[in-house]
């Protein structure tokens, strides 16, 4: 009796086990069940307020991968730039008005209206879209903008960024119109600059380091981080296009960042990206930021702007999602000579003994003059590739003739200009 009750025991006993490891197996299948990760939420924001050279580029590159952007400028570049800027809404591009001249933070109600009232109608009177979205200078606003933004129908303001990388959405009691308060970078060295790439190249950083911060700032958010900013994770990475378009280090960075991200953000529209508040606060609750570091003593580029690589031929605005073989070659500056150069050293001086003896109209355009750069990184981005001494705009003069430009002088340039003098 005793050992048939052993014998029992010992059954029971090896089938506890048995359900116990059972147990345990499952427990520990359940538990490597990975939750659905959430994506980030994400939106660009394009700076432009020199010229269209960076911008058409940037903004092919985005349409490639299907990123989507708001485009932040003045009413007066969008009149200047009217009908490549009209080109580049077709392409998930939405315009943000922007007070570039001054910030609006603490100025009067009245002047504030005025100037964006001025920033609506004459950036409508271009695009024929109504403008949905207002900033100023480093992304600033108040609540007196949100107040006039509120009373004349614009659903959303930028704001200088109040959570580290992290993008917020505020909505503030008793408003329609909603605050986009941007990533801003929290490492020291470049701390208070929005995450866009002018605050590190202004500052001696490097694409690397923009890299690195830009990676980190897609990282599940902490327990702490969301108690602290809100649950939802949301980026707002940004570019000023003169230099995330036109300088190929930083370019080439931005394209790494979209292809190695791209199953870890959703790139949404503003009204998606604006959709869910992160908080709803009253107006005496609202963080503003007022931080802007860009004193003169802390813009110290680690490579000047005019040294640093640019793109060899980028992409304009008409030719956005066109293959570069299909790009259309409309440059042509007519029968005349225009002459950008520094008058000095040999190639500029023989040029200028060659163009006093010529019949041939000849405007000259000399480093040292007010709407020298402007003028010729337009007529760059426009022929995109020079001939000559080098074929990226490497030395002077730079000369354009119809629809050639050399860069550099000597005999080969000389009789190739004199045969399109005699066309």
Excluded at 7 to 29: D, H, N, P, R, S
Excluded at 101 to 115: H, I, N, S
Aim: with cysteine.
């Amino acid at each position: 009796m005793r050992k048939n009750n052993f014998i029992l025991f010992i059954a029971i006993l090896f089938i506890l086990v048995g359900l116990g490891c059972l147990w345990t197996v499952k427990l520990i299948e359940n538990g490597s069940e990975k939750e659905p990760e959430v994506k980030t939420k994400g939106i660009m924001i394009l700076i432009e307020y020199k010229d269209m050279i960076g911008l058409g580029n940037f903004v092919n590159e985005m349409h490639k991968r299907g990123v989507w952007g708001l485009l932040m400028v003045t009413p007066e570049f969008v009149s200047t730039n009217c009908s490549e800027i009209k080109e580049l809404l077709k392409y998930n591009i939405e315009i943000v008005g922007s007070n570039v001249g001054a910030a609006f933070w603490d100025v009067p109600y009245e002047e504030q209206k005025e100037r964006i009232i001025e920033m609506k109608q004459e950036i409508e009177s271009c695009t024929g879209v109504p403008l949905r979205i207002i900033s100023s200078r480093y992304m600033a606003s108040d609540i007196t903008t949100l107040k006039v933004a509120e009373e004349l129908g614009i659903p959303y303001v930028t704001a200088r960024g109040t959570t580290d990388t992290k993008a917020t959405v505020y909505q503030v009691e008793g408003y329609n119109t909603k605050i986009l308060s941007v990533s801003n970078i929290p490492k020291v060295q470049f701390k208070y600059g929005s995450l866009c790439d002018y605050s590190y190249f202004e500052r001696a950083g490097t694409p690397d380091d923009m890299m690195q911060e830009l990676t980190r700032a897609i990282e599940p958010l902490t327990s702490k981080e969301k108690a602290r900013y809100g649950t939802s994770q949301k980026i707002t990475p940004v570019s000023h296009t003169n230099i995330g378009g036109y300088l190929k280090p930083w370019m080439e960075m931005w394209v790494e960042f979209w292809d190695t991200t791209k199953d870890k953000i959703e790139w949404t529209n503003l009204d998606k990206f604006m959709e869910d508040s992160d908080w709803i606060l009253p107006e005496w609750q609202v963080p503003i930021n007022k931080n802007a570091p860009y004193t003169p003593e802390k813009i110290r580029p680690l490579i000047p702007y005019e040294e640093e690589e640019k793109i060899n031929n980028p992409c304009a605005a008409q030719n956005i999602g066109k293959p570069e073989s299909e790009w259309e070659e409309e440059a042509d500056v007519g029968d005349k000579i225009m002459m950008f150069h520094n008058g000095q050293g040999p190639m500029c001086l023989e040029a200028l003994e060659f163009i006093s003896a010529i019949d041939y109209p000849v405007e000259q355009f000399l480093d040292y003059e007010q709407g020298f750069r402007e003028e010729l990184d337009k007529l760059i981005a426009e022929f995109g590739k020079s001939e000559g001494v080098s074929e990226s705009f490497g030395y002077y003069p730079i000369i354009f003739i119809k629809d050639r430009v050399f860069s550099g002088f000597n005999q080969e340039i000389e009789s190739k200009i004199l045969e399109e003098i005699a066309k």
